[in-house]
């Protein structure tokens, strides 16, 4: 019900994004967008491209408010530099979506990544902030972490000096690394998500796994529940103050599909940057010998706090589209029934 369409690549003029049955009457200045997008490049010390992402809000807002039409944000790309991707005109990144590009499509624009890049996901954060907004309305929250990063744990006091290690390190080994985030969801309303299809988690999955280069999704402790006993891994279930919930969370909020109290909490794995200066393994398509690719254009030395950003998004809006189809939020309009023009429908 709550629909986001992005457009764009990386070497475009501009990206954007389409939202489509945000209802009337959410308070919408560009600051709700501009906050999100100023958190698009968190650690400018682990990337090459920082853009200013000037946007502007074409539709569906009027007088400080959306009008349940649809919502259109275009942001300018400003800080490209095409001719460094030249080289992979003929010989595709091993890691990247070069290869499988020119398999599905023969004719590519291979500045930057084009659609692959995650460059095309800051309309995806825009987005993000109308849904963050949304979920506001209804106290449910999203927040993350890094867990790891480059294959160290990460905590809030060692993330900056982590940080500015890899942006070291993967300079002078000229190689990158990923890494794990976690995703909460808090406050969320009991009895979101179906029991076949449209799983909540099913839902966030899809959502989670089509961000570039995330290679997991696990809801909450799925990775140790293949080794502990039923007895260890069952959350077991209590009344406090009049309430029944689970008294832990092991199964991340979700049982049979459905929400039932607790945060949605998942993690999901970040692989390495793709492109690196290092010479790797390829071919050249145009002689159709094997040769090697050392990639020179702006590449990220690891990452995963971008996703970090995206994946919040990402949630947000996943978390909206079941708000609504669980009625919890009116899709039409946030002005109350009872304020809106009132007809009597006679046959
Ligand atoms: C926010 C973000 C930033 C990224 N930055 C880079 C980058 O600088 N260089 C790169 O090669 N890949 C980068 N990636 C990953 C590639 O987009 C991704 O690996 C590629 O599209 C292939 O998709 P796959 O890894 O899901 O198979 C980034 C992804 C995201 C979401």
Not at 131 to 145: H, M, P, Q, T, Y
Not at 303 to 314: D, G, H, S
Request: aromatic content about 6%; proline content about 6%.
């Amino acid at each position: 019900m709550f629909r986001v369409t992005t457009w764009g690549e990386s070497h475009g003029d501009s990206m954007g994004c389409v939202i489509d049955g945000c209802p009337a009457g959410l308070k919408m200045g560009p600051d709700i967008i501009r906050e999100e997008l100023d958190r698009d490049v968190p650690y400018p010390v682990l990337t090459r491209r920082v853009e200013e992402n000037r946007f502007q809000i074409l539709s569906g807002v009027f007088q400080g408010e959306t009008i349940g039409t649809p919502i259109s944000i275009i942001i300018r790309n400003s800080n490209v530099e095409s001719d460094k991707y030249l080289k992979i005109m003929s010989r595709p990144r091993p890691g990247h979506a070069d290869l499988a590009y020119r398999m599905k499509y023969g004719h590519v624009d291979w500045r930057g990544g084009s659609r692959a890049s995650g460059r095309t996901w800051a309309p995806i954060i825009a987005a993000g902030g109308v849904a963050r907004s949304l979920c506001s309305i209804r106290n449910v929250r999203v927040g993350s972490s890094i867990v790891e990063l480059g294959g160290r744990p990460i905590t809030d006091s060692n993330l900056r000096s982590e940080i500015e290690r890899l942006a070291e390190t993967s300079a002078k080994e000229e190689d990158a690394t990923g890494g794990i985030i976690e995703v909460r969801i808090e406050g969320l309303p009991p009895g979101l998500g179906a029991p076949a299809f449209n799983r909540f988690h099913a839902d966030l999955g899809h959502g989670i796994l089509s961000i570039p280069g995330i290679k997991s999704f696990e809801l909450g402790s799925s990775r140790e529940a293949a080794k502990m006993k039923a007895t260890e891994f069952n959350d077991p279930i209590r009344v406090k103050n009049g309430i029944v919930a689970p008294a832990s969370n092991r199964a991340g909020g979700v049982l049979g599909g459905i929400t039932c109290g607790p945060p949605v909490v998942f993690r999901a794995i970040v692989k390495p940057t793709p492109s690196v200066l290092s010479f790797q393994d390829t071919v050249d398509l145009t002689k159709m010998e094997n040769a090697t690719i050392s990639t020179e254009g702006r590449f990220d030395a690891n990452y995963t706090p971008r996703v970090l950003v995206v994946a919040e998004a990402v949630s947000a809006i996943v978390t909206v589209d079941h708000l609504m189809i669980s009625g919890i939020l009116d899709h039409d309009s946030l002005v109350p029934r009872q304020e809106r023009l009132r007809y009597d429908f006679k046959t």
